[in-house]
């Protein structure tokens, strides 16, 4: 019988984040529940999270220490680095970024989750259409679309 392989995720940093939001918003409150089922299935080696330079350049800048420390142990500890061809990805985030996606998302889209990812997670609705709309080569879910489809609990 044929191993299974694992689906690859890309998660952003708006996702890694989530639990140092402002708790107090239900919404904020929902999605970081559903990062900590994610994380959970990470540990547990049911997926597998590409980590991208992109992701260490945001978290080193992160202003809040502990933030950083755990956004950046937790890249470091379940993270695989993504392996991708530079030069293809280039122009695809170019175009990116041409159609309105920010220097870092169209970096994150099309250079790493595109080229590595099944799954791209991110907490910003704004990148998810973005991406919907443009038909981007990965499947852009918030986390608590990504937790329901794939029955997490």
């Known amino acids: ?3 299974q392989k694992r ?3 890309y998660i952003d940093i708006s996702t890694l984040c989530r639990p140092f ?3 107090s918003l239900l919404r904020i409150q929902i999605e970081t529940n559903a ?3 994610i994380l959970q299935a990470l540990q547990e080696r049911k997926y597998a999270m590409i980590v991208s330079p992109v992701h260490i350049e945001e978290a080193n800048a992160i202003s809040d220490t502990e933030e950083r420390s755990e956004i950046l142990a937790v890249l470091e500890t379940l993270g695989t680095a993504a392996k991708c061809e530079v030069a293809g990805t280039r122009a695809r985030a170019e175009f990116l970024h041409s159609r309105k996606f920010g220097i870092a998302d169209a970096a994150h889209v099309a250079a790493f989750a595109e080229a590595t990812a099944d799954v791209f997670i991110t907490c910003d609705d704004r990148l998810a259409r973005k991406c919907k709309r443009e038909k981007v080569g990965v499947i852009a879910l918030n986390p608590v679309e990504f937790t329901i489809a794939e029955d997490l609990k």
């Open 7 to 9: 689906k690859t995720l």
């Open 1 to 3: 019988m044929a191993r």
């Open 35 to 37: 990062y900590y089922l």
């Open 21 to 23: 939001d402002d708790q």
